[in-house]
């Protein structure tokens, strides 16, 4: 039987039932629930200091205007590093390795982000559309360059996170593969794949932290220049 490397992308599912919905909602279990005690425990305390680090940062540069979102955006984060992680484990699935299911956060995100910035200041959202001191000539031209540059936005979302997450993916079973076929053949050369298959997973690790920061924060930059 031929090794498919793509078959750990496919939707998961248990006697014919897809379980997508059970993978996304899983991982809330492991986040503690916040508690009316004065005195938290450890792991509470941590979680509390990093959100607020968060939400903090993120939404420094935006006006107090957007700083509603940052309940959405927060859950956001932990939504996509929580996902990320369990991915690499052993036997599990990864949902943002699904362009579907990443395109269906950026694209409701970031269209509400352009209403609201059409609504609030129509002037000032149409005038990206069009940069200041543009020659008579090239006014058509442009306006249709940065009316599909805006477009793109959310397909730029959803196929960044897609592609680091697949590519790290693919890229950590083929070198666990190697080790597996090369340790009883050649110990020294298995060995080394298993170091470098040690250290490929310590980049993922904070890959899965990263492209979950990269995605909100391009968010709250949209969302910035609408607000």
Do not use: C
């Amino acid at each position: 039987m031929a090794l498919n490397f793509f078959d750990q992308f496919m939707s998961p599912s248990f006697l014919g039932v897809p379980l997508m919905a059970l993978a996304l909602t899983l991982p809330w279990i492991l986040f503690p629930t916040p508690t009316a005690r004065w005195l938290n425990n450890r792991s509470l305390t941590l979680q509390n200091w990093a959100l607020n680090r968060f939400s903090s940062q993120l939404l420094l540069p935006v006006n107090p205007g957007g700083h509603k979102w940052a309940l959405l955006y927060a859950s956001l984060i932990v939504y996509l590093v929580s996902i990320n992680m369990l991915g690499l484990l052993p036997y599990t699935f990864t949902p943002t390795t699904q362009l579907s299911h990443n395109l269906g956060l950026a694209v409701p995100l970031w269209l509400a982000t352009v209403l609201i910035g059409l609504r609030n200041q129509p002037t000032h959202a149409l005038g990206h559309l069009l940069p200041e001191g543009t020659p008579t000539a090239l006014i058509p031209v442009l306006i249709i360059i940065e009316t599909i540059s805006l477009f793109i936005r959310p397909l730029a979302l959803g196929v960044r996170l897609t592609a680091n997450l697949t590519a790290g993916h693919l890229l950590i079973q083929l070198i666990g593969t190697a080790s597996f076929v090369l340790l009883p053949l050649m110990p020294t050369v298995g060995l080394l794949t298993t170091a470098l298959l040690f250290l490929l997973t310590l980049l993922e690790v904070a890959v899965a932290f990263i492209q979950a920061y990269v995605f909100v924060l391009l968010l709250s930059l949209y969302l910035q220049e609408n607000v």
